[in-house]
């Protein structure tokens, strides 16, 4: 294989004045660096380098300091990140890898770099599908790693997936280039590396790197399709009210379980603001309450059955202690305008505000959506409750469109 049109087919079009390079010093992202450098620093594209230091094991201060002398050989720039974090508790690597994703998306916001490009290689991708599949997972689990995906407006890049770790190691050599063993990918503490030696007794059973990488790319095709679908079905079942999803309940009953459960994730996610989605396993009972009707709360949000509708919306327990000012974002999502009145506090309305609400009714949403919306206080005294019919003068702002549920369906 050709590494470098590989790559080169990635960038297609007008290139970017800037590209960045999540550098860990393994042979797979030295690659990478090494063939974007070549090739982009003659083109007038400058290329960036970033390693992420955990600092969760003795020497990787060292270490790092090590890539970014590899990296000013190659003439890159290069910055250091350093996570502080960590505190002892929770999924070690979960935890570091999405460090690992936020520190690098505020590097490249800083940076003002619009992509970033990671190492991961199609042994990658194969011991991703094979973890997913230990987990039992459905098409998005399988799809596995996307070549591109958005990460608050930075597009991460994969351009390696096709491309196998040993084809890479006979391009380090090619070019006498060196690179840092991590001693954690010998660590059978982690799944992956179990995984990873697994792999070569799956090998004569026709389980191979490439054939689980296939099976990646097809099930990111149906993923694909049925993103696109579920997205007209939510255009034709779905409305949004007061950051609440509502769903006509006949026609979400008739749809396939995988579309239902699609449209109540999405739901879910846009309402709740989570950055990742429930456990399919966890999911099963929100499909049964809308097979079945009833209520559930599941992971900040209330799923509601009323009169031929099936509501989704915040819950109370999960606000109940949010405090904002009258200018500032309550809940992550709303902002409250109307006056500068100092001695005003944004909470949510509650059973008790909605009792100060005679025309609650009016807004045709159920007490339960009501009461987890923000209202304007004075101490005790409700003095702004617009979602409930109770504006005096005041109105509410959402910084989340309604436009992003719909949106978010292509993008979980």
Not at 258 to 278: D, F, K, N, Q, T
Not at 282 to 298: H, Y
Not at 315 to 323: F, G, K, Q, T
Not at 352 to 359: E, I, Q, T
């Amino acid at each position: 294989m050709n590494i470098l049109s590989e790559v080169q087919g990635h960038f297609r079009g007008a290139l970017p004045s800037r590209v960045g390079v999540a550098l860990s010093g393994g042979g797979d992202s030295v690659a990478l660096l090494h063939v974007l450098a070549t090739w982009f620093q003659s083109r007038g594209v400058d290329v960036l380098a970033a390693t992420v230091d955990h600092g969760l094991r003795d020497g990787s201060a060292q270490e790092a300091q090590q890539i970014a002398e590899m990296a000013a050989g190659l003439g890159v720039d290069h910055e250091i990140l350093r996570w502080d974090d960590w505190d002892g508790k929770g999924n070690l690597q979960d935890q570091a890898r999405r460090a690992r994703y936020q520190l690098l998306g505020e590097w490249a916001k800083r940076r003002q770099i619009p992509i970033v490009a990671l190492g991961h290689t199609a042994d990658d991708q194969a011991e991703t599908v094979l973890m997913r599949l230990a987990r039992s997972a459905g098409v998005d689990g399988l799809a596995a790693m996307p070549v591109r995906r958005d990460l608050n407006g930075i597009t991460l890049l994969r351009p390696l997936l096709k491309v196998t770790r040993a084809q890479l190691r006979s391009y380090l050599t090619e070019n006498n280039l060196t690179w840092v063993e991590d001693p954690s990918n010998q660590d059978r503490r982690f799944e992956r590396v179990r995984l990873r030696q697994a792999m070569q007794d799956l090998e004569p059973l026709g389980l191979t790197i490439e054939t689980l990488s296939t099976v990646a790319e097809n099930m990111a095709r149906a993923k694909e399709a049925l993103d696109h679908s579920v997205l007209s079905s939510a255009r034709e079942l779905a409305t949004t009210v007061h950051g609440a999803v509502v769903f006509d309940e006949a026609m979400l009953r008739v749809q396939p379980d995988e579309v239902i459960h699609r449209l109540i994730l999405g739901a879910l996610r846009w309402v709740s603001g989570a950055g990742y989605p429930l456990r399919r396993q966890i999911m099963r009972e929100a499909l049964d309450t809308v097979r079945t009707g009833g209520g559930l709360t599941l992971g900040g949000c209330r799923i509601l059955s009323r009169r031929g509708q099936v509501w989704i919306c915040r819950e109370y327990n999960a606000v109940r202690d949010d405090v904002a000012q009258p200018d500032g974002l309550w809940d992550n999502r709303w902002r409250l305008e109307g006056g500068a009145d100092q001695d005003l506090e944004v909470r949510p309305l509650g059973k008790n505000g909605l009792s100060f609400c005679p025309d609650w009714r009016d807004s045709g949403c159920p007490r339960e959506v009501l009461e987890a919306t923000p209202s304007l206080w004075r101490g005790q005294d409700l003095i702004a409750a617009p979602m409930a019919e109770m504006a005096n003068g005041w109105t509410i702002k959402a910084v989340i469109s309604d436009e992003e549920f719909y949106a978010g369906l292509l993008s979980h």
